[in-house]
Each structure stands twice: as structure tokens, then as C-alpha cells.
């Protein structure tokens, strides 16, 4: 009978834990609906402050990165909040100040920096590129369940033809409600990735 109590009160605490969290998301969208119009919130997922490396022991590891691929509900500039295992919200007063892939490969390229690789687009030095990347996100979204969900595949394509797959999640909690701490934990699970890219290019 206690354990059947013990975990009705666990089951009890983390509904309200969930509801609380998407009041807070939710909250935080409605607040500028109620105001002015021109409360609008933007927010950058890639550091301003981020140090960079500028000598390195060996040559860096020079990656090209061929193209990020998003699912629809992340090509709008909308923050998303996931309410349920079915259902989202896409934030209209909190808003990414540039796409979301672009955020993407600027937070990469910090932290692959930090690895001793250098990540280049098209528009640079391509041809002195040793591997070329093609990432594919499936998910990178807040929860009600408070936690922060990166997952998808990443390809590199080896300067020898060879390709190499792999694929990766990412599940790391929040400490605190709110779409600027989500951001905080967003760069996070982008430098996790990062790593698990670095040592993928540069095993061997």
C-alpha cells in the first residue's frame, strides 16, 4: 500500500513539475500578446563572448560543412516548445534573430574550434577542406518535461571518398524554466555534438 502511495505521489509531483514548466514557456510567450506590439523578444543559439583557439600544435582539421537539413516546424523563426508527446508551440514574440541553421553552424563552428578542427562553408577556402559534413537534425526542441532534446545523423564524407554515418541524441535537463535558459542548454547539447563530430574526423 506505501509504495502504491509513494509512486501515485511521484507520478502526482512530476505532472505538476510538467504543467508548471509549460506555464512558464507558455507564460512567457502570452506576456508580449498582452503588451505592445513591439515586444518582440529575439535570441541568438551561437555565443557572442565564445573564445577562440588562435594557435594550434598541429594544422587544424579543416571540415566543410555541406549543408544542414531542419525539419519544417524549425524553418520559421518562432521559438518551439514541445506541450505534449503530440503537440507543439511555436513561440510568435520570442523569435531566433537569424535562421536557425545559420545558429547552428556559427554555435559549431566555436566549439569544433575548441576540438582543433575548423569548420568552413562554401564561401570560403573549400579546397583545403579534409572532410565534408552533411547534418541532419530530426529534433532540437525544449519539452515539458523539462529537458532539451537534440537528435538526427551527421555524415562526413572523407577526402578519400570513404563516408562514415552516424547518429546522435542528446537529452540534458534544465535547471530553470524559460526560453533564455533553454537557449543556454541549446548550446550545450551543440557542443556536445561538436565533440562527438571532432573525434569522428579526426580519429585514426
Known sequence: MNTFINNRNALVCKVIRARLIFAA???AS????????SALQYYLLHSTTSSFANEYE????????????LPDYLK????????SSTSLHIATDHLWAEPLDEGITKS??????????????????????NDYLTLQIDDFIATWQG?????????VKHIDESQSA?????????????FPASIEVM??????????????????
Open 25 to 27: 514557456f507558455l507564460g
Open 30 to 37: 502570452l506576456v508580449g500578446c498582452a503588451s505592445s506590439g
Open 58 to 69: 598541429t594544422p587544424p582539421h579543416r571540415l566543410l560543412i555541406n549543408k544542414i537539413i
Open 76 to 83: 520559421q523563426r518562432g521559438l518551439v516548445y514541445q506541450t
Open 108 to 129: 559549431l563552428k566555436a566549439s569544433l574550434r575548441t576540438q582543433g578542427v575548423i569548420l568552413v562553408t562554401h564561401n570560403m577556402n573549400a579546397k583545403e577542406a
Open 147 to 155: 529537458d532539451i532534446i537534440l537528435s538526427g545523423q551527421y555524415t
Open 166 to 178: 552516424r547518429n546522435f541524441e542528446y537529452i540534458l535537463p534544465l535547471a530553470v524554466d524559460g
Open 187 to 204: 548550446r550545450e547539447a551543440i557542443h556536445a555534438l561538436a565533440e562527438n563530430i571532432a573525434s569522428e574526423v579526426t580519429k585514426g
